[in-house]
């Protein structure tokens, strides 16, 4: 009994550690961005874009060949990312979505796709996780063009806060020295983090025989989704909920190419499960779901309700494998 609550505190450490590792690496190259004047928009992909903990869980757990979490990860993040992270803020506010280019949409789909393929294919993962870091690449490069057309640095029309840092500062070796410093030691433990939170994983499997794929989908999925939840709600109370949706939607095609993408390489095959295409069913619904609402241009709280619904039945899915 012991062993169990043991493996599981290090899984909560684990976690505690990437949580809160992963805003000090934000923090450093955020204030790196603005020492070395980078282009703001480098500053908002970096701060709103990349995200750490569901990348490290993700390819730690690929590293550690345990695939159904690192897809599971991917996937079931962005389902819940989507339905609750989104039905927040729209049970408080009637959200504009017209900011929202079909660009996003034609980059997620294609991402979808091609991990959908992947479930079926010989070295499916390895073939996919080429194919969706190309279509970050041709997001990245389009993104900035259209940026450099427009000469705005708003993709999402979204106000990136930045730490302010005294020009007197800014010449200063030793402050810029201080903060790669900082941000290759919080990368380090953001790997430490993930090394534990995925053998915790693997230990807890074992002792008490839950599903892989409950894992990946459910438990790696919401805890990874903390920073996300926190993220909303403090947009909802600065009275600026469009930011956080726009860092959620650069999130979820960060997720869906890059953290899909390595982790694919690196996993290479992953064995056919149904639950597999049960999720990837529900996510391609909410995305089609999203779609509607932005020809609408609006989410209201009957589509928070309607996403609420949706998150029901993933979770009920996700947890008749363990009846």
């Known amino acids: 009994m012991l062993e169990p609550l043991l493996w599981i505190a290090f899984f909560i450490a684990g976690y505690l550690i990437i949580f809160f590792s992963a805003d000090v690496f934000i923090d450093n ?44 990860n991917v996937i079931g993040n ?24 079909r660009f996003y949409f034609l ?15 010989p070295l499916g993962l390895f073939i996919a996780g080429f194919v969706v870091l190309i279509l970050f690449l041709i997001y990245f490069v389009k993104s900035i063009k259209n940026i450099s057309e427009k000469g705005s640095a708003e ?41 534990l939170l995925i ?16 894992f990946g989908f459910i438990i790696i999925a919401f805890v990874t989704n903390v920073e996300e939840l926190t993220l909303i709600l403090k947009s909802i109370k600065k009275g600026s909920v469009e930011i956080g949706l726009g860092g959620m939607i650069g ?20 064995e056919f499960n149904w639950l597999l295409i049960f999720n990837w069913l529900i996510l391609l619904f909410i995305m089609i779901f999203y779609q509607q609402m932005v020809k609408m241009q609006i989410l209201t ?23």
């Open 29 to 72: 190259l955020r204030d790196l961005c603005v020492i070395y004047n980078v282009s703001p928009f480098v500053i908002g992909l970096i701060v709103l874009g990349i995200d750490p903990e569901e990348s490290t869980a993700s390819i730690v757990a690929a590293i550690n060949d345990l695939p159904y979490i690192a897809v599971g």
């Open 78 to 101: 962005s389902i819940i990312a989507l339905s609750l992270c989104f039905a927040i803020p729209a049970f408080f506010h009637e959200i504009n979505l017209k900011s929202i280019s």
């Open 107 to 121: 980059i997620i789909y294609a991402s979808l796709i091609a991990i959908f393929l992947s479930f079926f294919i």
């Open 155 to 195: 993709t999402f029309k979204i106000e990136v806060v930045v730490h302010k840092i005294e020009k007197k500062n800014q010449n200063k070796k030793g402050l810029k020295l201080k903060k790669i410093v900082f941000a290759c030691i919080s990368l380090l433990f953001i790997f430490l983090g993930g090394e």
């Open 199 to 214: 053998i915790s994983t693997e230990q807890i499997i074992n002792l008490t025989h839950i599903p892989e794929t409950f």
């Open 251 to 270: 999130k979820l095609i960060w997720n869906l190419s890059v953290t899909y993408g390595i982790s694919g390489i690196i996993a290479m095959n992953i």
């Open 301 to 323: 709280r009957k589509g928070a309700l309607f996403l609420t619904g949706i998150l029901i039945v993933f979770l009920i899915i996700n947890f008749l494998p363990l009846l």
